[in-house]
């Protein structure tokens, strides 16, 4: 049986992205919540004596299990103020309260030597003893919409919400927000609008900004401020929330070194000082008021956030009131706590129920400075009622859980003190509070990671039938590169186990697979998975694709394994010479590598090491050809022109430090950002267009008005933002905005005509016949039948779309990294000009070695397998407001430049040297571009399964499976347009073969 390799791409692609997805999902599901708010009906009663905790405790873990959450008939109703509500456990001790977030507030922007120099006021109070300063710890993922979610609910928002940050919609579970609505406080919001997509109907009085635009540092904070001198005057209000979005665009835009941050800070210093003093000069009210600085997330090293390095998840959270009495105990200054501590306490301070799915712990140094002992104590009763509670709805038995032994004992210290207390016994009760207090706390802090660990329900079954299909996908591809590299067939050859029809074997498979899903999702006393086995459409859908691809695959997979079991396998990749078991090796080991975690963080050391490797393989390679007497001599030149490409990758892999552990260390790039070296980041950025526009003349022998345009406005709008100084009189629009849409024209420019090319390629049939008639070229005459055999055609489609891709990369990165583009325009013209014609690799070696130095390009521009390196500031070039596809296109772009310049320059390779073979070598290269994605995803995918309860898994295991993720996404779009090639080729060819002549 032989299947077109068009349709067998197709399908091992589609197979490829459903079982990576199916992964996802069941790796990384929605946290799903308990439904309903908090009451204080569920709110228990104080212990009354030494022995309840032993006699009643039956009937208190009955309590628990019994308990019936309050819960909503619809969605709408927690905008309903409850109806009322019983009276607090603790007495409400503040009165109106101001939230002031700051985006991406490090805590060494206040605590540090940079809030020493620009936020006096601020530190003036903290080191005065005027405040209670707190360094609150996020989780990660670091992003702005999880954070908010887990500041207002106390809850550990999923992964899966870095994807969702994009798109938020309505927070359903219970918050602080909602419990305050529901209480009857009138509250004003005024900044990102994230908050007005969270909690709709909530907020009184609001006037939202986006929080995507990042190009924009000034008026999205002037936006929030210009409402303070109305808002502070308002009597109308008692809770203000202010989310200032600048700080964190300028991160994006410059990094935490820029001296537009110590700007911002002072300008974020001054709006405090105008709140405190607003608070406190006001009319005094029968309580204080109560004013918190936080911030969401922290600011990486390069300026991004959504990792889990220090600098990103250490915020600070600093507490502002009159009420508060000066302290000079200077020992632990800055106590750690954790960032969802903030709801449950703040929710005890007003007097309102705390969040329903809340994990946070009340913060024993505030409310005790705040509150009496006996309601302090009352309020960590509370709160670890409501952790209890928590916990029972996850695991299997409360009465055998550690956390519920040290509550217990927690309550019997506490009952104790009360019956000291009401005795009016004179034996001091400090160091008894203390006692009590710490017992609360251990019981929260193993509550808490005890319910957190459970919280990540994994659907086994749906992860491994997608690392089934994954493996399937890997040894198909593989089994189809090889036939493509070996075999010139059309398609790709099956053999059946037996004689007869595929479709029985195929039946059989499906028959099979089949059966093991019932068997599974009708298993007594397991868990089916969610998936795959529940109610409803998706289930269904999703258990059939499965059923299809798995017993297709599989009956692919028998046809050819059992019968040529191992004959064929040990020759599917010919080892020829040094260079290509270099790189089938180099791919084995990288693949391994991903094994470990540490490897996993530094990637990009493993990928510099092969990719030096490869280049010193290529030269001894070419040292080889010297002596030889049967090829033509290699000149000695070469061997200099691979010397230059080593020294030339030294310096690009020296340019941007990234990974983890030597992420700080000064590079390159860095020496050039520095605010008095803009001379030579200006100088730097010319001669690399310079460079850039060089090697494209002397590559094609033509001048082009059109690229020297779009790299002309592309630097014009560098110098228009600031970025650079041409130090010319050049006029220059608000934002760089006309210079950025005119390289976006320039470059739409050049993909039109590459697409004008490329419609225009083929000629009619019966002139394609004449061609093949009248040749008197014998290559020609031999050439089969509707290959394409018109030199340069095709070379000037794809030059012209290569010419508008480094037009658009250079328009998007920071100016530093455009000279990580003209390294790697230098690298592309001396391997492919100068190297690859001696060495006569066969296509697929070819791409092995683009898809090596496209990886380190990656790299050496600064990325790595942490979301805190997306430069999200480069979806934004040109903006005026937030786009959420073009935005989403254009970082994308940007993040993976390196990938795509080095697979397009592969592309162009072969239509300028290979034209006479064009469509063959394209689908040599599609499957081996497959393949290079399939191997370390199926294996990866293993990985993960396996250390799925790894400490590492949210904070490094997580993060690379969705780069990987992202990268075959790239790959996708690469397959997709090449197989539409193809596929336009092989319909003009068929559509006219019946035709007339005159048509």
């Known amino acids: ?88 456990p603790v007495a409400p001790v503040i009165g109106r309260t101001v939230i002031m977030l700051i985006d991406a507030l490090r805590e060494d922007f206040v605590f540090g030597p940079k809030g020493a120099d620009h936020m006096q006021f601020t530190r003036g109070l903290i080191d005065k003893g005027q405040a209670r300063s707190f360094v609150a710890r996020a989780q990660p993922p670091t992003v702005t919409m999880p954070r908010i979610k887990a500041i207002t609910s106390g809850t550990i ?70 409402h303070l001198p109305v808002t502070l005057v308002d009597k109308q209000w008692d809770v203000l929330i202010l989310h200032y979005l600048g700080l964190d665009h300028i991160g994006h835009l410059g990094g935490p070194d820029t001296p537009l941050v110590g700007q911002k800070l002072e300008e974020m210093d001054e709006v405090v000082q105008q709140i405190y003093e607003a608070l406190n000069q006001g009319t005094p009210t029968h309580l204080p008021s109560l ?38 105990d200077e020992i632990n200054l800055y106590p750690e706590v954790q960032q969802i501590d903030l709801a449950p306490t703040l929710s005890l301070l007003l007097g309102i129920p705390i969040p329903l799915n809340s994990l946070g712990g009340v913060i024993p140094e505030l409310v005790e400075d705040m509150l009496p002992p006996r309601e302090v104590l009352r309020g960590f009763q509370v709160n670890t009622h409501q952790l209890a509670s928590a916990l029972h709805k996850n695991v299997a038995d409360v009465r055998a859980e550690s956390s519920f032994e040290l509550y217990q004992q927690a309550l019997r210290l ?58 399937q996908v890997f040894l198909l591809t593989y089994y189809a590169t090889y036939q493509s590299t070996t075999i010139p067939i059309e398609g790709v050859r099956f053999y059946p186990l037996v004689a007869g029809s595929f479709l029985s074997i195929f039946f059989f498979c499906c028959v099979a697979t089949v059966t093991g899903l019932f068997i599974v999702c009708t298993m007594p006393g397991g868990k089916p998975s969610e998936l795959l086995c529940g109610f409803g459409v998706l289930p269904l859908v999703r258990a059939v694709i499965l059923a299809v691809l798995c017993a297709g695959f599989s009956s692919l997979l028998l046809g050819y394994l059992l019968r040529k079991p191992y004959t064929r396998l040990g020759h599917i990749s010919p080892f020829e010479s040094i260079g290509a078991k270099g790189l089938v090796v180099g791919t084995v080991i990288h693949t391994a590598s991903l094994l470990s975690s540490s490897f996993d963080e530094e990637e990009h050391q493993t990928w510099y090491f092969l990719s030096t490797t490869l280049l010193l393989l290529l030269m001894l390679e070419l040292i080889s050809l010297l002596g030889r007497k049967d090829a033509e001599q290699v000149p000695w030149s070469i061997l200099f022109i691979t010397l230059g490409c080593l020294m030339l990758f030294r310096i690009q892999r020296s340019w941007n430090q990234t990974g983890i552990k030597w992420a700080h260390m000064p590079d390159v790039g860095d020496w050039f950002l520095r605010p008095d070296h803009r001379v030579y980041l200006t100088t730097l950025m010319v001669v690399s267009i310079v460079i850039i526009y060089l090697f494209q003349i002397l590559e094609h022998e033509q001048f082009s008005l059109f690229f020297l345009a779009g790299l002309v406005g592309a630097t014009c709008y560098r110098n228009a933002i600031g970025s650079i100084d041409l130090m010319l009189p050049i006029p220059v629009s608000h934002k760089g905005i006309y210079e950025a849409w005119f390289t976006y024209a320039v470059a739409l420019a050049l993909l039109g005509r590459a697409i004008i090319s490329f419609s225009g390629l083929y000629p009619s049939l019966e002139d394609e016949d004449e061609m093949y008639e009248d040749a008197d070229d014998i290559s020609l005459q031999l050439l089969p039948k509707g290959t394409n055999p018109w030199v340069g055609r095709p070379s000037r489609a794809v030059t012209d779309f290569y010419q508008s891709l ?87 772009i940007a993040t993976f430049s390196g990938p795509f310049l080095w697979i397009v320059r592969l592309i162009m390779c072969f239509s300028n040297r290979y034209s006479s073979r064009y469509y063959h070598c394209i689908q040599e290269v599609s499957f081996t571009l497959l393949l290079c994605r399939a191997f370390p995803l199926a294996v990866y995918s293993l990985v993960v399964f396996f250390e799925r309860y790894h400490l590492f898994i949210w904070s490094v295991f997580s993060p690379k499976l969705l780069y990987e993720g992202s990268h075959l996404l790239v790959v996708t779009f690469v397959l997709l347009f090449l197989q539409f090639d193809v596929i336009f080729v092989q319909y003009f060819r068929y559509s006219r073969k019946g035709s007339p002549k005159n048509i």
């Open 1 to 88: 049986m032989e299947i077109s390799k068009v349709a067998f791409l197709l399908l091992c692609l589609f197979g490829e992205l459903f079982g990576l997805i199916l992964f996802l999902q069941g790796f990384l599901p929605f946290r799903k919540s308990v439904p309903g708010y908090s009451s204080f009906l569920d709110v228990p009663k104080e212990p009354s004596n030494a022995d309840f905790t032993t006699k009643q405790l039956n009937q208190y873990i009955h309590d628990l299990e019994m308990k019936s959450w309050k819960k909503e008939k619809d969605s709408g109703e927690d905008n309903k103020p409850e109806e009322d509500p019983p009276p607090p």
């Open 157 to 226: 928002p999923g992964f899966m919400d870095v994807v969702l940050n994009l798109r938020s919609d309505r927070l359903e579970e219970d918050n602080l927000i909602s419990q305050l609505h529901r209480n009857g406080k009138s509250i004003y919001f005024f900044g990102d609008d994230t908050w007005l997509k969270l909690f709709p109907g909530h907020f009184k009085k609001t006037d939202g900004t986006t929080s995507f635009y990042v190009s924009d540092y000034t008026e999205v904070d002037r936006n929030v401020s210009r």
């Open 291 to 328: 004013f918190i600085l936080c911030g969401d997330h922290g600011m990486s090293d390069v300026g991004s956030h959504g990792g889990a390095s220090p600098h990103e998840i250490h915020t600070p959270l600093v507490f502002l009131s009159g009420a508060f009495d000066s302290v000079t």
């Open 414 to 471: 506490h009952s104790r003190w009360l019956a000291l207390h009401k005795n009016g016994t004179a034996v001091p009760l400090d160091t008894m509070t203390d006692r009590v207090v710490d017992y609360y706390t251990r019981a929260q802090s193993a509550m808490q990671d005890r319910v957190s660990s459970s919280l990540a329900k994994y659907d086994t079954f749906a992860m491994m039938c997608g690392i089934i299909l994954l493996f």
């Open 806 to 892: 480094i037009v658009l990369i250079v328009l998007l990165l920071r100016p530093h990294n455009i000279a990580v583009v003209a390294v790697t325009v230098t690298l592309q013209h001396c391997i492919v000009i100068y190297l690859l014609p001696w060495l006569r690799w066969s296509p697929w070696k070819m791409t092995l070695l683009f898809v090596w130095l496209g990886q380190s390009a990656f790299f050496a521009q600064g990325n790595s397998n942490s979301a805190a390196t997306v430069d999200i500031s480069a979806g934004y070039v040109g903006l005026e407001s937030h786009h959420l596809v073009l935005a989403s296109l254009l970082t994308s």
